[in-house]
């Protein structure tokens, strides 16, 4: 595999991951951000801070000013 796919990562092992969609808004040129269902991680192993945290902080970074988190 070429590069490190995003997700969430305990050494290198891929522990989590999420489908992550964005609507983007012309006025702003922002998006917004919506997982529909998930993340999907081991909660009872990974505390929900640990796991959005660093997930709002990417999402920041690439341009995205609100998440939405559907059912999972």
């Known amino acids: 595999m070429a590069g490190r ?3 969430w990562f305990a050494a290198d092992e891929l522990v989590g991951a999420a489908l992550v969609l964005h ?4 006025v702003v040129r922002k998006t917004l951000a919506y997982i529909p269902d998930g ?3 081991d909660f009872s192993t990974y505390a ?3 796991v959005l945290s660093p997930l709002v902080d ?3 970074a ?4 609100q998440l939405r988190l559907g059912p999972g």
């Open 5 to 7: 796919v995003p997700g």
């Open 58 to 60: 990417y999402l920041k």
């Open 23 to 26: 609507r983007g808004l012309p």
């Open 48 to 50: 929900p801070r640990q």
């Open 62 to 65: 690439h341009g995205a000013f």
């Open 39 to 41: 993340p999907v991680i």
